[in-house]
């Protein structure tokens, strides 16, 4: 009989694709897709690409002035579309920074040794953490160059906390280490799910006329 464990998928792609809401951005394109396709074959590809182009600014740069309203000055579109991309490529960074909160909400006595048993103090510094690989992504990958696996130590107490190490897990004394990816395989996969799940939402927004 085959051993389950070895039926999942590796851990950076589950790191990476995991959640729900990745799935339904795919679902989204490609059941959408077919009326793109109807277009394309009987519509002119420079008509199809402008409405594209035209969905996408109703669509993302809305968002933009929803999020920065409170700004007093008008912001061109070449800058909206630099924010966004901005912050797409900080969400990828983020979902990496998540498997490391995670693993540490996972094990209570970790949370009972290095936040004084509090959970609110535990949310408050992974929210400042989470934030910082957000929003300033560039300083966070530098933080973390040259370090890209997430490797769990295993000590005479148990296991340690998620740290990003130079080299592929291995056996200690204690066990096999716990392994939980490769950061730039996640922030690859979980980069290819957002924009997969954009452009679910634009030809969804095209096909629906939304």
């Given amino acids: 009989m085959p051993d389950p464990r070895r039926q999942r998928p590796p851990p950076s792609y589950r790191a990476g694709i995991g959640g729900a809401y990745a799935w339904i951005g795919i679902a989204m394109g490609a059941v959408s897709t077919a009326k793109l396709v109807l277009d394309l074959a009987s519509l002119p590809l420079a008509t199809v690409v402008a409405g ?70 535990f949310w408050l510094r992974a929210g400042a953490r989470l ?32 740290a990003y190490t130079k080299r592929p897990p291995r056996r200690t004394e204690h066990g096999q280490e716990i392994y939980f990816g490769d950061v730039r395989l996640i922030i690859l996969i979980r980069l290819l799910s957002i924009l997969v799940g954009a452009a679910a939402i634009l030809v969804a927004n095209y096909a629906f006329s939304i």
């Fill in 131 to 162: 934030a910082f690989a957000t929003l300033a992504w560039p300083v966070w990958l530098w933080l973390h160059r040259g370090r890209p696996y997430l490797v769990m130590g295993l000590g005479s107490h148990g296991p340690g906390r998620v």
């Fill in 52 to 121: 594209l182009f035209r969905t996408y600014a109703v669509v993302f740069h809305t968002i933009f002035d929803v999020v920065f309203f409170w700004l007093p000055f008008a912001v061109p579109g070449w800058a909206k579309d630099l924010v966004i991309a901005y912050v797409i490529v900080g969400g990828a960074a983020q979902k990496a920074e998540l498997v490391t909160v995670l693993a540490d909400w996972r094990h209570p006595w970790i949370v009972l040794h290095l936040y004084r048993n509090s959970r609110l103090l």
